[in-house]
């Protein structure tokens, strides 16, 4: 499969501030996206990352809240802005690539206090 | 939209039992069903994929079973082993360039 580099692992953030995950590939991608994944739930899907233009999001999630940037084929940040403890969740990037399919990162893991 | 359902949300069997874990869906368009493998602190990882052009299709001891006409799909697992403890999601899409959308994830204990 694709691998994928995301960063940081985990993080603690204060309420407020905001917080930037970066998504990694080691080959070009056909597609991105960020999912959520609360505590002990299933997977969200926030936005699909387009590449050199806005990322398209889903019902219920915001530009103003998240956002995304692709500058090319291989890599994308998440921003969480103005977190609250409801933000608390898991981020994870995945990569939908022609040779091996549809791969997730190991996610990101945020607690905000 | 489509909407998944995975049944049951905790299942615990004894190592070398069987497994098997079910999901629905919705959206008759839907071809594409892969089933993802979550340990802990790790992101899902696919483990097996079907499409609705078969009936069943099977990776040593993993199987997936497809029903089209009563939309559903089973994830089967035989001579369960510790290591198959995690959090199983079942999913569904158009195609795989399209949107999945997931079960609510079952968590699987093998007990040795």
């Known amino acids: 499969s694709a691998v994928i580099s995301q960063k940081p692992s985990r993080d603690i953030c204060q309420r407020g501030t905001s917080l930037t995950i970066q998504c990694q590939v080691d080959s070009q991608v056909t597609m991105m996206f960020w999912y959520r994944q609360q505590p002990g739930q299933s997977l969200t899907l926030i936005a699909t990352a387009n590449q050199g233009s806005e990322a398209t999001y889903e019902s219920g999630f915001v530009i103003d809240k998240f956002p995304i940037s692709r500058p090319n084929l291989t890599f994308s940040t998440l921003t969480v802005s103005n977190m609250s403890p409801e933000d608390s969740s898991i981020y994870l990037c995945?990569?939908?690539?022609?040779?091996?399919?549809?791969?997730f990162g190991s996610g990101t893991r945020l607690t905000v206090v | 939209g489509e909407n998944v359902e995975q049944h049951p949300s905790t299942l615990s069997v004894q190592e070398g039992d069987s497994a098997v874990i079910k999901c629905t869906y919705s959206d008759s368009a839907s071809n594409y069903f892969p089933w993802y493998k979550q340990e802990l602190g790790k992101g899902p990882q696919l483990i097996i994929d079907?499409?609705?052009?078969?009936g069943e299709k099977k990776d040593q001891r993993i199987a997936v079973t497809l029903n089209k006409t009563a939309k559903h799909f089973s994830l089967h697992i035989t001579e369960t082993q510790p290591e198959d403890s995690a959090v199983y999601f079942c999913?569904?899409?158009?195609?795989?360039?399209?949107?999945?959308?997931f079960g609510t994830g079952t968590s699987l204990t093998v007990i040795p």
């Open positions: 999913a569904a899409s158009r195609n795989t360039g399209n949107q999945f959308y």
């Open positions: 079907i499409r609705s052009n078969v």
């Open positions: 995945s990569v939908l690539s022609v040779n091996y399919g549809y791969t």
